[in-house]
């Protein structure tokens, strides 16, 4: 006989963790299913948890070679340990894992080890045994998408799970896709002595990003010794003892090329995944892109079905994912989840970083939307210049007439704590001068972020 829940959610990521959380907060029956031998999904396991330990590192040693001389500190040699890095990263990690373990035990989440596979649109199969449930959640996320001519070994050819684990610093390591992961990564092997040359498709990277932002961003990490080749496809790579030769041509018609590399990155987006998941059995739809199809409260086609994060369409976030999590479990309880798609931030952990949330000039530009523009630069922000962090600006854009909030774009020092208020106005559907008029404590980077507000109406006063 097979056993039964009120909700089994497959996947343990952000989406499908906190679904299973929420639903047993909310009184059902919850078991949570997960192939990998420990909780937390991407995000935890090979994603944002990891990569935020070792871009912490890096940025640590960096500032110490770098930064220190100008605040009167004089260190002596200094050298970083690479097995170490890595072990601190594997206890980042593991302390986040076990953390989910502790909080599925907390709130009698039963933990089904082993790849769930619909046998019919009312049971699974994990490891051999049946389980039926009122209410499935599919929450399995996402891979990378792969490159024909580019064969992934994970030691030479890596994606970002390769690239998280590396045991020596390459000479030169080539990024395919100067996006977020690109970036992201790029920056901790470039910090630490890397040469990194990032081949982008489009003539511009982070394609998502506000232009102007996105054009500061290239200019920033120029500085810091990245080469960017925009415009360029790779049409194949060979792998020898000594490394990769890529070939790579102009995307807009050229002579061919070849770039030598010891390590590639190829970070060119993620696809949902849902291999091994069965999804025939159980009559469940995807769309042209292989997403789960969801109508507007994660119902797929088949009742009793649902699905959230990165497999369904939307941005691939943590954060999204999360909120889609609690938002179909009170919907599940009959409450009204919601989550609002206009109000999701995004932030790249470079150094500077880059936040943003809303609209960009790009897309209110072809919404013929009327905006006013407020700037303002860390460079006339006195605690940007007492901690030497004086690159970049908060950029908030509000409608024209109506002062309303659309959007805000920060890159520049803990830009992504910083949005986290333009987040909030934005969700409290405030103006420019709602901000403006906040008291903001001095001295302080968020005082960067009232002074956009207060340029937006042409009244900044430091500038
Ligand atoms: P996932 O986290 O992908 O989890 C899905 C889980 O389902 C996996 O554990 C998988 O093993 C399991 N699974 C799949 N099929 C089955 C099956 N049949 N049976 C049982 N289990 C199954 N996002 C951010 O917001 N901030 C960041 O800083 C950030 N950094 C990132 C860095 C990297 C290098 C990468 C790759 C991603 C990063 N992301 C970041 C994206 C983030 O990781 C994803 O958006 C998020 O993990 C999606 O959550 P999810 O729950 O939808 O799926
Ligand atoms: P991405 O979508 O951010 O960037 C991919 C880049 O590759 C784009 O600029 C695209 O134009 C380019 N590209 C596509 N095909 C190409 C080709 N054949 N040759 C050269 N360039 C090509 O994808 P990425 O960086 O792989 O990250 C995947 C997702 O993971 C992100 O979209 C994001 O949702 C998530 N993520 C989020 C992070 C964060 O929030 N800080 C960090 C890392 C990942």
């Not at 935890?44 to 009167?72: M, R």
């Not at 995307?251 to 061919?256: E, L, P």
């Not at 699905?307 to 691939?316: F, T, W």
Request: proline residues 3%.
């Amino acid at each position: 006989m097979a056993e039964n829940f009120d909700v089994i959610v497959i996947g343990s990521g952000p989406g499908g963790y906190v679904c299973a959380i929420r639903a047993a907060q909310l009184g059902f029956k919850v078991a949570c299913v997960e192939k990998r031998a420990t909780l937390g999904g991407t995000c935890l396991n090979i994603g944002c948890i990891p990569s935020k330990a070792l871009l912490q590192s890096s940025e640590t040693y960096h500032q110490t070679v770098h930064g220190l001389k100008d605040h009167g500190i004089n260190v002596g040699e200094v050298k970083f340990d690479l097995a170490r890095m890595q072990a601190r990263k594997g206890e980042v990690v593991s302390a986040n894992t076990k953390g989910i373990e502790f909080l599925f035990k907390k709130n009698k989440v039963t933990w089904l080890k082993g790849a769930a596979k619909f046998t019919s649109s009312t049971e699974i199969d994990v490891a051999g045994k049946a389980y039926t449930a009122k209410h499935f959640v599919i929450a399995t996320g996402s891979d990378s998408v792969p490159l024909k001519g580019v064969e992934v070994d994970e030691k030479r050819i890596v994606t970002s799970t390769g690239a998280l684990e590396l045991d020596k610093v390459p000479g030169r390591l080539v990024v395919i896709g100067g996006g977020v992961i690109g970036l992201e990564l790029g920056s901790v092997w470039r910090r630490l002595g890397a040469e990194v040359t990032v081949v982008e498709f489009l003539d511009r990277i982070t394609p998502g990003l506000d232009g102007e932002i996105s054009k500061v961003f290239q200019q920033t990490l120029t500085k810091q010794g990245f080469t960017f080749k925009l415009g360029y496809k790779v049409t194949g790579a060979k792998t020898s003892d000594k490394g990769v030769t890529l070939s790579i041509e102009p995307a807009k018609g050229g002579a061919a090329e070849t770039l030598e590399a010891d390590v590639v990155l190829l970070a060119i987006g993620r696809y949902a995944y849902t291999a091994g998941l069965n999804l025939a059995a159980a009559g469940v739809e995807t769309d042209e892109r292989g997403r789960v199809k969801t109508g507007a409260h994660y119902e797929t086609n088949v009742p009793g079905i649902y699905a959230i994060g990165d497999v369904i369409v939307g941005p691939m976030l943590a954060h999204k994912a999360e909120e889609e999590g609690v938002a179909l479990a009170e919907r599940l309880a009959g409450q009204a989840g919601h989550v609002n798609y206009g109000a999701i931030p995004g932030v790249v952990y470079t150094w500077p970083e880059v936040a943003s949330v809303g609209a960009t000039e790009e897309e209110l530009k072809a919404q013929g939307i009327q905006y006013v523009v407020g700037k303002f630069p860390f460079m006339a922000n006195g605690r940007a210049r007492a901690m030497g962090e004086t690159e970049g600006f908060v950029k908030v854009l509000a409608e024209k007439g109506t002062d309303k909030l659309l959007g805000a774009h920060i890159i520049g020092p803990d830009a992504g704590t910083l949005i986290a208020e333009l987040t909030t106005a934005l969700e409290f559907g405030a103006s420019a001068e709602d901000v403006a008029r906040v008291c903001h404590a001095h001295p302080t980077l968020s005082e960067a972020v009232k002074e956009a507000a207060l340029a937006a109406d042409g009244r900044a006063l430091h500038i």
